[in-house]
């Protein structure tokens, strides 16, 4: 069973439109939930973090925490073609300080 | 500044040869991580090192791998009789300490093995 679980995609999203990411985790010690963005041939960069239940918000991103259903998300507001990409969420659990486990990632396609 | 940077940018081997993989990472960044992600994947974490050692090589797959950063600065990734299935990019991470949230990521190394 993975451990982070992420749909593959792709998420055909209207230029303008909000696109919404969702992440499930099953590892109930996680404590630190992360979001990248990864395009193509290129590196993994990172979004934002979050920690706590409820939301973050950071300019047109919003990341969502509800540990109780072991679920994450990313809400991207205002979709910019910019923004087709590979989402990765990462988990960092508290028996490793460094190790993130990734899941596979969801691509986003934003259509003008 | 700098970024993580990572030589070869590609690596095309032949099937049993040795091969070995160079991170810089961020000047100042005490910890330093390897993930490899094959396509269509996530990267996969292999090992961390906060300073000179390795504080967790439980991501390592089998005894072919070996990192090693003696100097507490730029680690070497060391795959030995390599396989066509250690064909991937190879990614290298680095953070301010281990328990930094942000890990910046380098460019990676494309590794084919033929």
């Known amino acids: 069973q993975k451990e982070v679980e992420q749909n593959s995609g792709p998420l055909s999203v209207p230029e303008g439109a909000i696109a919404s990411l969702n992440c499930t985790y099953s590892?109930?010690?996680?404590?630190?939930f992360f979001w990248y963005r990864q395009y193509s041939g290129k590196s993994p960069e990172l979004i934002m973090f979050?920690?706590?239940?409820g939301d973050k918000e950071d300019g047109r991103f919003t990341a969502q925490l509800n540990k109780a259903s072991q679920y994450v998300s990313l809400l991207i507001r205002d979709s910019q073609p910019s923004d087709s990409a590979t989402y990765l969420c990462?988990?960092?659990?508290?028996?490793?300080?460094?190790?993130?486990?990734f899941g596979a990632g969801t691509q986003v396609v934003v259509t003008p | 500044g700098a970024g993580v940077s990572q030589t070869p940018s590609n690596k095309v081997t032949e099937k049993g040869k040795y091969v070995e993989l160079r991170c810089d990472p961020i000047?100042?960044?005490?910890?330093l991580y390897w993930y490899r992600q094959s396509l269509g994947q996530g990267p996969e974490f292999l090992i961390y090192?906060?300073?000179?050692?390795?504080?967790?090589d439980s991501g390592l797959p089998n005894d072919r791998f070996f990192a090693v950063r003696p100097e507490g600065s730029v680690s070497t990734l060391k795959i030995q009789r390599t396989e066509r299935g250690d064909s991937a990019v190879y990614l290298c991470a680095s953070s301010l300490d281990s328990g930094g949230k942000t890990q910046y990521f380098g460019p990676g190394t494309r590794l084919l093995v033929l």
């Open positions: 979050i920690y706590s239940n």
């Open positions: 990462a988990v960092k659990n508290t028996d490793s300080w460094g190790k993130l486990q």
């Open positions: 000047s100042g960044h005490t910890a």
């Open positions: 590892d109930r010690g996680s404590q630190s």
């Open positions: 090192f906060q300073g000179t050692g390795a504080a967790d």
